[in-house]
């Protein structure tokens, strides 16, 4: 009884030795398709046969795949294209009744008809190859060759052959294979040449029966000898050998090899034959010397390509022309008017912008007075704390302040504490500076620097009258008795600090108004207008104190405009009274500024300027380097000294051996000015 197992093309070994070792039959048949993972590498297929002899199994494989079949074959298992005894209406049937030989014989009335045919397959069978086939691989002197074959045989070969309908594999019964006869090893019967020749089996591939007959002999290396060839070898000797086989399993019988029309060999000829017919006539091969003058012409060429291309685009010049310049200036009145969107050079207008800008500044100044402080309270700065809770406390004038030695001082004017502040996980108190006075004239109230209490909150609670407190930084001063001085605010002090901080007020306003305008624009003094600032003083005249603090705040009106647009018809009006063959350098302009006329009202200004710039020959460079283009040094001189306003010229030249001559690619040649100041 045998079992038949169809084998999935991504199948792994794994997988199939699994199911060999849970089959219980003698007999396994493998249906393999093309390109199947298991019978592309001989590793696999002789794990499998391993498998195999190890359980006591006969196995044979079935597969259309020709390079897969001689790998079969060099593994040393039976291998068959196809089993000619089932018809199609027979391989339709289920599962169950492919798996089994009894229960297929049932069903296949054909089968019992043809005994006799099958009896004679199977004597076929037997009859091929020798009992140590498949153990190793033996070398012979002799192959067997396939007797011929009966008119019986070859009409079972056509009845097989009507019973292929659009199948890839046909199944036959595999009840009748038994095990291959083993070759008689090496010395134990038949003679050994060393000829190194193996014994190829193929199957017809039209033919019934699937009978194995032996080929033509093939150079393939067998065993020990094919395993110490290399590695490139190995491929060369098994792929020859493949070709030689395809070739002679393709013409078995007197059939035609099935791919003779197809891939251009009609004949059937062999490709080393092809090769030689083709090389009589001369139509594929190219002579030695031929190729060798080819070869040499064709370096020649491409070195004489890269020479006249080295020569036009490697090259590389720069020219450098020295030309003299003049000064030349101009005195204009410049119209600024917001109106104008853009410079108007005919109407020598420029587009002008009025801004106003409101800032204010303060700062302290020293007092310099001296006052008598006969009768004066001490005054002095305190900082108030709320570490309380987070609400302002508000506290009135005349708040009493306590210090540590019992020293009352008083609010001078109202202020409100802010409440606790939470800043991350940390709560920070309220802070405030305020202005305190004695609460009684004399000398003794000019106390140091220390704490204070807030007697009013001790009736609140001791935490709220703990919680609010107050520090001073300085010692109170301003306290005296009869005869006494001390530093006080001058009307002087007072002047000169609204003086110097006008100026200073003026400078940042300016400075505000160029942040505000963009940064190429001018703001000039005569284009300002200052409204009446309001001053803010801390201190009247002749208080008590050694510093004052001052601040002043107005508004301010500017008309400003871009420089660079003022340059440019600067520029315009120079060249227009030149000779109109003159170029200015406007990098070299210089401007200078009189008295502007402003209106306000509207944001128009007019600009009295003087402009002075440097001037050159108005050269056409593009010109001038198309006429140069090519020309050798000697050349180059002689039509450059046609320019009058050429003082000077030098080349350089990249790489430096071509210094004899310009480039005559334009992109190569580049002319730079060189102006010479007089």
């Known amino acids: 009884m045998h079992q038949t197992f169809y084998i999935d093309i991504d199948e792994e070994i794994t997988s199939i030795v699994e199911r060999l070792r849970k089959s219980r039959v003698e007999e396994i048949i493998m249906v393999v398709p093309k390109r199947a993972l298991l019978i592309q590498s001989i590793i696999n297929l ?6 195999a002899e190890a359980i006591g199994l006969q196995l044979m494989i079935v597969t259309q795949d020709k390079l897969g079949k001689l790998l079969i074959e060099k593994a040393g298992i039976l291998v068959q294209q196809k089993l000619d005894d089932v018809s199609d209406e027979e391989m339709l049937l289920g599962a169950e009744g492919v798996e089994t030989g009894s229960e297929l014989k049932k069903n296949v ?49 056509e009845r097989g052959r009507e019973r292929i309908v659009n199948r890839e594999l046909v199944l036959g019964t595999g009840n009748d294979i038994k095990r291959a006869p083993r070759a008689p090893e090496p010395g134990k019967g038949e003679k050994i040449s060393g000829g190194a020749l193996r014994r190829v089996m193929a199957m017809d591939v039209f033919g019934g029966g699937g009978a194995q007959r032996p080929l033509a002999e093939t150079q393939i290396p067998a065993g020990r000898e094919f395993a110490s060839l290399p590695e490139d070898k190995k491929i060369e000797s098994f792929f020859s050998g493949a070709q030689s086989r395809n070739h002679a399993d393709s013409a078995v019988d007197g059939y035609p090899a099935p791919w003779g029309g197809v891939f251009g060999n009609p004949e059937g000829k062999p490709m080393s ?91 302290k100044y020293g007092s310099s007075g001296k006052s008598s402080v006969s009768g004066q309270k001490a005054r002095g700065t305190i900082t108030i704390y709320n570490e309380f809770g987070s609400s302002p406390q508000p506290l009135v004038a005349t708040t009493r302040f306590v210090s540590e030695d019992g020293k009352i001082f008083r609010l001078t ?10 800043v991350g996980e940390e709560t920070k108190p309220g802070v405030i500076e305020a202005e305190v006075a004695a609460d009684e004239a004399g000398k003794e109230y000019n106390i140091s620097a220390g704490r204070f209490s807030i007697p009013g909150f001790k009736d609140s609670g001791a935490d709220k009258y703990s919680k609010f407190y107050a520090v001073s930084i300085k010692a109170m001063s301003g306290g005296g008795g009869d005869g006494q001085e001390a530093r006080s605010v001058s009307q002087a002090d007072i002047d000169n600090a609204k003086k110097e901080i006008l100026a200073e007020f003026n400078g940042a306003l300016k400075q505000k108004i160029k942040e505000d305008a963009g940064q190429d624009a001018v703001v000039l003094d005569d284009a300002l207008f200052i409204e009446e600032p309001v001053y803010k003083i801390s201190n009247s005249a002749g208080e008590v104190t050694d510093n ?15 420089e660079s647009d003022l340059k440019n018809i600067v520029n315009h009006l120079i060249e227009k009274t030149g000779d109109g063959e003159s170029k200015i350098n406007i990098n070299s302009m210089k401007l200078t500024y009189g008295k502007s006329s402003p209106d306000f009202k509207v944001g128009s200004l007019d600009i009295k300027v003087g402009g002075a710039g440097e001037i050159s020959a108005n050269m056409n460079l593009d010109n001038l380097k198309k006429n140069i283009l090519g020309k050798n040094n000697i050349e180059l001189e002689e039509h450059l000294s046609t320019y009058p306003d050429i003082e000077k010229v030098e080349v350089l030249y990249w790489p430096t051996f071509f210094s004899s001559r310009i480039p005559s690619y334009g992109r190569r040649v580049e002319v730079v000015l060189d102006p010479v100041r007089n």
């Open 413 to 422: 004017a109202g202020v409100t504490v802010p409440g606790t502040a939470k």
């Open 548 to 562: 004052f603090e001052i601040s002043i705040r107005s508004k301010v009106q500017a008309i400003i405009f871009k």
């Open 273 to 363: 034959v092809r090769k030689k017919e083709k090389n009589i006539f001369g139509s594929e091969k190219i002579s030695g010397s031929f190729r060798r003058f080819f070869l040499i012409f064709g370096m020649i060429f491409i070195l004489a390509l890269l020479a006249v291309a080295g020569y036009f685009f490697v090259p590389k010049a720069t020219v450098s022309l020295s030309v003299k310049e003049k000064t030349k200036s101009v005195d204009t009145i410049i119209k600024g008017d917001p109106g104008y969107p853009e410079v108007d050079y005919e109407k020598e207008t420029i587009p002008s912008k009025l801004l106003a800008v409101e800032h204010e500044i303060s700062k």
């Open 109 to 157: 009335p054909e089968i019992s008809e043809n005994i006799e045919d099958k009896k004679r397959i199977k004597k076929k069978i037997e009859g091929i190859g020798s009992d140590n086939y498949f153990i190793g691989e033996p070398e012979v002197s002799e192959i067997s060759r396939e007797p011929e074959r009966s008119p019986v045989d070859k009409l079972e070969n």
């Open 46 to 51: 002789r794990v499998l046969k391993k498998e």
